[in-house]
């Protein structure tokens, strides 16, 4: 194991020529990092938030062949993604596992015969590779469901389901990898560069976004990962491509898990043939998602009241057990990027819209765009653009089978209302680069995501352990102390002002 510290990693980036620079470490940046590094080229990962702080830590974890495709008779697509489930539940052991969901049919839906027939469709796409799906009146969970809605029964299928989160699926493609010409850097932007026809080489110019110190990489290929924020970096290195993203916003509520909720629940919502889920999560059950078109990025991460009442709205449609807004635990807000051609100009529902991945090259510099993409497709991603920067980038100068694997045995420790264990603070800044109090309690552990207010509690009870943790990540008491009032005021302007609640000046929270 090569472990070096922040320091040491931006000297590391300074003083190598890289083959590849990889701009942003989603789902997709993370698993070509993987990929590459494999294949023993020397590989720089930038991003300048946290490793899978955009879409990638806001889906619904599901692994997906492609039902969505079968909608629009896409029959290539379904048996692609279908394919590539597969092998990601087969190859990935550990991450992705085997998981039985229920389709509840509407009662003013289509024909529930027509229906199965649909899903029995899809499973001889995916070549029978899953379990037969079946109808069945009665269920563990129906105790769990407005019968006045929904009265038809479900149809069982099988499908695929990330075994902790998104966000550590994504950091286990990058954390394999730390050995000679292998950087990955968090909290980096890319602030400027330019190409070197002379050098054949690009530099890019970098800023460390908590110390501000500036730095460079060189790479003689740039691929372009940044998922939603893919068009800016492109505009900003003057890279034209023939597609752009749209961005649909996606939101989903947390409330606490009923008992016997063991297997998702998946809604027919009768509108525009969307969806409704109810999954289980640990200890909560996640509802959702929205599907709203927005026009930038920034206005897709911040949940607004409008989502909160569409989701207890179909919630308490659908749900037996009436939900309000004080039953939320916590929202999981993000962006779907969709690609489009550039000069698409319509007004269709993002669902509409395709969910696959598109590969541009550039005619003039050595430099990769990536669009769209999902989970499900991020292995076969990942080998469609390594082998295109195989052209471009020549043959690998290191050994590819030196990959660490796994870190060894986790350092744990407890969190106040989390059902078991988490990575302790320690470990996670030593292993995993983790910089921030949202690196930990969102990223690195399910704490903000599993306990109430974002990890603070209903009364702020747990605001002593957040201090600690700050003590631990920042420098100094009073960067300590600026980070855990930002975090608290940020809580208390979103999650509280969504799910009404008060929080007096003594701590005590109040509905």
């Known amino acids: ?83 590539s489930r597969d092998r990601m539940i087969e190859r990935l052991d550990g991450r992705v596992r085997k998981q039985s969901f229920r389709y509840i049919p509407d009662s003013n839906g289509r024909n529930h015969w027509l229906t199965l027939s649909a899903f029995y469709l899809y499973w001889i796409l995916s070549s029978l590779r899953r379990e037969q799906p079946s109808l069945q009146r009665s269920f563990p969970e129906s105790n769990l469901i407005n019968h006045d809605e929904h009265n038809l029964g479900g149809i069982l299928f099988e499908e695929g389901m990330l075994n902790s989160s998104d966000c550590r699926f994504v950091l286990d493609w990058i954390t394999k990898h730390s050995g000679e010409g292998q950087v990955a850097l968090n909290h980096t932007s890319v602030v400027d560069g330019a190409y070197s026809k002379k050098d054949k080489c690009w530099r890019l110019d970098l800023r460390d976004q908590l110390t501000g110190e500036e730095s460079h990489a060189r790479a003689a290929c740039v691929v372009n990962c940044a998922g939603v924020w893919a068009d800016r970096v492109n505009d900003q290195f ?7 993203h749209v961005f649909s916003k996606g939101v989903f509520a947390g409330i606490k898990k009923a008992a016997g909720h063991e297997v998702p629940l998946i809604f027919e919502l009768g509108e525009l043939d969307d969806t409704y889920l109810c999954l289980p999560w640990g200890p909560v059950s ?43 635990t916590m929202l999981r807000t993000g962006i779907r990027p969709l690609v489009v051609d550039r000069s698409y100009d319509a007004d269709e529902y993002p669902l509409d819209l395709s969910r696959r991945f598109q590969l541009v090259e550039d005619g003039g510099k050595p430099w990769v765009s990536t669009y769209g993409g999902k989970i499900t497709g991020c292995a076969q991603f990942a080998r469609k653009v390594a082998d295109a920067l195989a052209k471009r980038a020549g043959v690998p100068k290191l050994n590819g089978a030196h990959a660490n694997g796994a870190l060894g045995q986790v350092e744990t420790e407890s969190f106040p209302g989390m059902p078991e264990a988490v990575p302790s603070i320690d470990w996670c800044v030593r292993n995993e680069a983790c910089c921030t109090l949202d690196d930990y309690l969102r990223r690195r552990t399910n704490i903000s995501q599993w306990t109430s207010r974002e990890g603070l509690g209903e009364d702020n009870e747990h605001l002593p352990q957040i201090e600690r943790l700050a003590k631990r990540l920042y420098p100094g008491q009073a960067a300590a102390d600026k980070a855990v009032r930002d975090y608290v005021q940020r809580v208390e302007q979103t999650f509280d002002r969504l799910t009404g609640r008060q929080i007096q000046r003594n701590g005590t929270a109040k509905n």
Not at 238 to 244: A, F, Q, W
């Open 286 to 328: 996640l509802l959702g998602p929205t599907e709203t078109a927005v026009a930038t990025p920034e206005e897709g991460f911040t949940p607004e009241q409008g989502d909160v009442e569409y989701l207890l709205h179909h919630a308490n449609r659908r749900l037996a057990a009436p939900v309000a807004a004080s039953d939320i």
């Open 1 to 83: 194991m090569n472990l070096r510290n922040r320091e040491e990693l931006f000297t590391e980036a300074s003083n190598t020529r890289f083959d590849v620079a990889i701009v942003g470490a989603g789902i997709n940046g993370a698993s070509l990092y993987h990929e590459l590094c494999g294949r023993g080229y020397k590989v720089v990962l930038l991003d300048k938030g946290d490793f899978a702080c955009g879409t990638s830590q806001a889906s619904a974890m599901m692994v997906w062949g492609g039902l969505l495709y079968l909608r629009n008779f896409d029959i290539k697509a379904v048996v692609e993604f279908s394919l």
């Open 238 to 244: 003057g890279i034209e491509s023939p597609y752009k």
